[in-house]
């Protein structure tokens, strides 16, 4: 890593002037003690990524032709994805690994974390009397350039920079859902409300996290007022919430957290999951490959493996299931029988 003395002196030698070496040494030697790349302009960046300065300009003033728009059902409705072409996708990611996971995220963000699940979020709330659930409305399309901007200005990038590089994750003035960026780029954006909630939560005696735009709050009591300061709190900042997800669970009430039980002492799966597998297991074993050829049922190769996954995905949140731990091991082994594989 350069420092300010070897800046300067490279920045002389290509013909810049002193005041200005001076000024751009300093620029460069805080980003990267900040641990940052040193970007000093558009054709800086469009050379550390190899791709042509005129495409970035495409993408940011045109961003919505590199971007294959389409919808997938969620749980309750359709979900807007817009995928980002492979080289936009390529330059988002470089700005993701690059830039915005050299940021610290906040500890109460569980979604899009490498180190945080599902899991861990739903032990943080475990032995909970009463449970509130709060969900963020179009999550995404709610977090601004503007919003993208100031993360890009935290860092120390000039504010043209900034602005520019917001564009080239941004669409149509928003995160784009489906993008490499959007992820980290929400939890970064999403730090400050963290925060406040927080000091809310902690003033309660009321425990707080938030999993991508899921938000939970646990305690002995969740007393209204509460809730009409959190609201508030969130809608001060921009988002607006889907009063139709609204839960508060109280005592004796069956409580979940992103599709995970945590009403007893441990986290579980659902029953009826559970019990799905059961079934699925059982047919599968029972019948083979005429469980997915056709013969018994619809014509899909890929039932056996998804199986496999709902089986992992049991395991993983209930590691001492020893039914489930048999019931994959045979399924991987029929799998090797019916394929050959291994």
């Known amino acids: 890593m350069l420092n300010f003395s070897q800046w300067k002196s490279f920045l002389q030698s290509e013909g810049i002037s002193e005041q200005q070496s001076e000024h751009l040494a ?3 030697e805080r980003l990267a003690n900040r641990g940052f790349p040193v ?23 045109k961003g919505s032709e590199f971007y294959r728009t389409f919808e997938i059902n969620g749980r309750r409705k359709k979900r807007l994805i817009s995928s980002p072409y492979p080289i936009l996708s390529y330059i988002q990611s470089w700005i993701k690994e690059q830039i915005l996971e050299k940021f610290v995220v906040s500890e109460h963000a569980y979604g899009y974390v490498k180190s945080r699940s599902i899991l861990d979020n739903a032990k943080f709330h475990l032995g909970c009397t009463e449970l509130l659930k709060l969900d963020i409305k179009d ?12 993360v890009f200005n935290e860092a120390g ?23 490499p960026s959007s992820p980290t780029l929400s939890n970064l954006v999403m730090r400050e409300l963290d925060q406040s909630l ?7 005696n009321i425990k707080f996290s938030r999993y991508a735009d899921d938000l939970a ?14 609201v508030k ?5 921009g988002f607006m919430l889907n009063h139709e997800k609204f839960t508060h669970r109280k005592i004796n009430q069956g409580k979940m957290i992103s599709g995970l039980s945590i009403s007893g002492d441990f986290v579980r799966v659902p029953k009826k ?21 056709g013969v018994h049922g619809d014509f899909d190769l890929l039932s056996l493996d998804k199986l496999i996954g709902l089986g992992q995905f049991i395991k993983f949140i209930e590691p001492n299931n020893t039914f489930v731990i048999r019931a994959v091991d045979d399924l991987n082994l029929l799998k090797k029988e019916i394929f050959r594989t291994g």
């Open 233 to 237: 709190q969130i809608e001060n900042y």
């Open 217 to 230: 709050f646990s305690g002995k009591a969740i007393p209204s007022d509460f809730i009409v300061k959190a």
């Open 198 to 204: 927080f000091y809310l939560s902690d003033f309660y």
């Open 273 to 293: 999951t559970r019990r799905e597998f059961r079934q699925k297991h059982h047919y599968m074993m029972l019948n083979k490959e005429k469980s997915f050829n």
């Open 26 to 28: 300093n620029y460069a």
């Open 157 to 179: 990038f000039t504010p043209k920079l900034s602005y520019q590089l917001s564009k080239l994750c941004c669409v149509y003035g928003s995160l784009p859902q489906g993008a």
């Open 139 to 150: 999550y995404f399309a709610h977090i601004s350039r503007a919003m993208v901007n100031r």
């Open 39 to 61: 970007i000093f302009e558009l054709e800086h960046l469009s050379r550390l990524l190899g791709v042509e300065k005129n495409y970035l300009y495409r993408v940011m003033f």
